[in-house]
C-alpha cells in the first residue's frame, strides 16, 4: 500500500501545530504516511495565505488529507481542500461553519449540549503528540507548570508548599515550565526541594514532554494547564492537580476539569492522601488514536 500523504497547515503556534501532528502520527501508528508541512505563520491576510500555502503545496506530492489548527489557516484550509479535491480536518472549534469541513474534531467543553451533527466529533479534551504508554518500569515524578490565564490566577507560595510535601515522599524528580509561568518560578522550586531537577521549557525540545511522561509513573500538573493535563493523560501516568486559583468556576475550563475529576482520571491536591498515592484513572486516553480510526473511516478510500 503506497503512503498515504497528509498535509498539515500550520499557524506558527506550537500549541496549534502539535496537534495537527498528532493526529497525522497517531494515523501513522495505523498504516504508512509521508506528512509535509506548509507554515502559514507571519503571513497577513487570507488572500496573502491562501497564495502561499498553493504555492508550497504545489511543491509537494499532492495531499490525500489535509489538517489544520487555528483561525488563522481556516480559509486557505478549505481552499486547498476544495481546489485539490481533498478531504479536509479541522482541529478545534472553527470561527467558519462547521459544514464546510469535512471533519471537525472539537474538544466536548467547546460544544453546546444540544447533539453535534454528524461531521463534528467530540473529543476529551485538544489531540497531542504523547505516544502509546509501553509496558516498560516507570520510576519517576514528572512536576508540569502552567501560569496565569483568563481562567487562573497563581499563588506561589501554595503551589511550593504542595510540591514541597509531594516530592518529600522521595522519589526521581523533573519539573518544567511554560511560556506562560512567571519567571523564578521554577528555580524556587528547584531550591526548597532539592529533589527536583529543573529543565526551563525554552531549553528543552518538542520530544522532551512526551518521553518524560513516558518515563513517570505520576504527573502532578498545575490546574491551568489543561494541554499537559491531557497529555499526560494520553501517556499512562498517574495525574495529579497543583492548586492555582480559578477565577472562573463556572467556565468552561473548570467544567472540563470538574468532570475529570468527578470521573477519577485526576486528583486534586486537596483530595490527596500521601499514604494511598494518586489514584489510577479509569482508563488511558488515547483520543488522537480514536480519531485517527474515524478519520480513516470516513475520509480515505481504501
Same mark, same amino acid.
Given at each position: 500500500?503506497?503512503?498515504?500523504?497528509?498535509?498539515?497547515?500550520?499557524?506558527?503556534?506550537?500549541?496549534?501545530?502539535?496537534?495537527?501532528?498528532?493526529?497525522?502520527?497517531?494515523?501513522?501508528?495505523?498504516?504508512?504516511?509521508?506528512?509535509?508541512?506548509?507554515?502559514?505563520?507571519?503571513?497577513?491576510?487570507?488572500?496573502?495565505?491562501?497564495?502561499?500555502?498553493?504555492?508550497?503545496?504545489?511543491?509537494?506530492?499532492?495531499?490525500?488529507?489535509?489538517?489544520?489548527?487555528?483561525?488563522?489557516?481556516?480559509?486557505?484550509?478549505?481552499?486547498?481542500?476544495?481546489?485539490?479535491?481533498?478531504?479536509?480536518?479541522?482541529?478545534?472549534?472553527?470561527?467558519?461553519?462547521?459544514?464546510?469541513?469535512?471533519?471537525?474534531?472539537?474538544?466536548?467543553?467547546?460544544?453546546?449540549?444540544?447533539?453535534?451533527?454528524?461531521?463534528?466529533?467530540?473529543?476529551?479534551?485538544?489531540?497531542?503528540?504523547?505516544?502509546?504508554?509501553?509496558?516498560?518500569?516507570?520510576?519517576?515524578?514528572?512536576?508540569?507548570?502552567?501560569?496565569?490565564?483568563?481562567?487562573?490566577?497563581?499563588?506561589?507560595?501554595?503551589?511550593?508548599?504542595?510540591?514541597?510535601?509531594?516530592?518529600?515522599?522521595?522519589?526521581?524528580? =523533573?519539573?518544567?515550565?511554560?511560556?506562560?509561568? !512567571?519567571?523564578?518560578? /521554577?528555580?524556587?522550586?528547584?531550591? $526548597? *526541594?532539592? #529533589? &527536583?531537577?529543573?529543565?526551563?521549557?525554552?531549553?528543552?525540545?518538542?520530544?522532551?514532554?512526551?518521553?518524560?511522561?513516558?518515563?513517570?509513573?505520576?504527573?502532578?500538573?498545575?490546574?491551568?494547564?489543561?494541554?499537559?493535563?491531557?497529555?499526560?493523560?494520553? =501517556?499512562?501516568?498517574?495525574?495529579?492537580?497543583? !492548586?492555582?486559583?480559578? /477565577?472562573?468556576?463556572?467556565?468552561? $475550563? *473548570?467544567? #472540563? &476539569?470538574?468532570?475529570?475529576?468527578?470521573?477519577?482520571?485526576?486528583?486534586?491536591?486537596?483530595?490527596?492522601?500521601?499514604?494511598?498515592?494518586?489514584?489510577?484513572?479509569?482508563?488511558?486516553?488515547?483520543?488522537?488514536?480514536?480519531?485517527?480510526?474515524?478519520?480513516?473511516?470516513?475520509?480515505?478510500?481504501?
Amino acid at each position: 500500500m503506497k503512503p498515504l500523504v497528509i498535509q498539515i497547515l500550520g499557524d506558527g503556534k506550537p500549541g496549534h501545530e502539535n496537534q495537527s501532528h498528532g493526529l497525522a502520527e497517531a494515523i501513522g501508528r495505523t498504516r504508512k504516511v509521508q506528512v509535509t508541512m506548509v507554515s502559514l505563520g507571519g503571513e497577513k491576510g487570507a488572500i496573502s495565505r491562501f497564495r502561499k500555502a498553493w504555492r508550497e503545496s504545489s511543491a509537494h506530492p499532492r495531499p490525500d488529507l489535509l489538517i489544520g489548527a487555528g483561525h488563522a489557516v481556516h480559509p486557505s484550509l478549505l481552499a486547498l481542500a476544495r481546489r485539490t479535491n481533498t478531504p479536509c480536518v479541522v482541529l478545534m472549534k472553527p470561527t467558519l461553519p462547521t459544514a464546510l469541513f469535512d471533519l471537525c474534531l472539537i474538544p466536548e467543553h467547546d460544544l453546546r449540549k444540544s447533539t453535534p451533527p454528524e461531521n463534528v466529533i467530540p473529543t476529551l479534551g485538544a489531540l497531542n503528540r504523547v505516544p502509546p504508554p509501553d509496558t516498560g518500569p516507570r520510576k519517576r515524578g514528572l512536576i508540569l507548570l502552567g501560569g496565569p490565564s483568563s481562567s487562573h490566577g497563581w499563588d506561589e507560595d501554595a503551589l511550593i508548599d504542595a510540591v514541597k510535601r509531594i516530592v518529600s515522599n522521595g522519589g526521581t524528580w =523533573s519539573a518544567t515550565d511554560s511560556r506562560r509561568s !512567571p519567571e523564578g518560578t /521554577l528555580d524556587v522550586l528547584a531550591e $526548597v *526541594a532539592p #529533589g &527536583i531537577s529543573p529543565y526551563p521549557h525554552g531549553e528543552t525540545g518538542p520530544g522532551w514532554l512526551p518521553q518524560r511522561l513516558a518515563e513517570s509513573a505520576e504527573a502532578w500538573v498545575t490546574e491551568d494547564s489543561v494541554s499537559m493535563i491531557y497529555e499526560a493523560l494520553s =501517556s499512562g501516568a498517574k495525574v495529579g492537580l497543583l !492548586p492555582v486559583p480559578s /477565577l472562573k468556576k463556572g467556565g468552561r $475550563v *473548570a467544567r #472540563g &476539569i470538574a468532570r475529570l475529576a468527578a470521573e477519577g482520571f485526576v486528583t486534586r491536591f486537596t483530595d490527596w492522601l500521601p499514604q494511598f498515592g494518586l489514584a489510577s484513572p479509569p482508563r488511558v486516553l488515547r483520543e488522537a488514536d480514536r480519531c485517527a480510526e474515524i478519520v480513516l473511516e470516513r475520509l480515505i478510500r481504501r
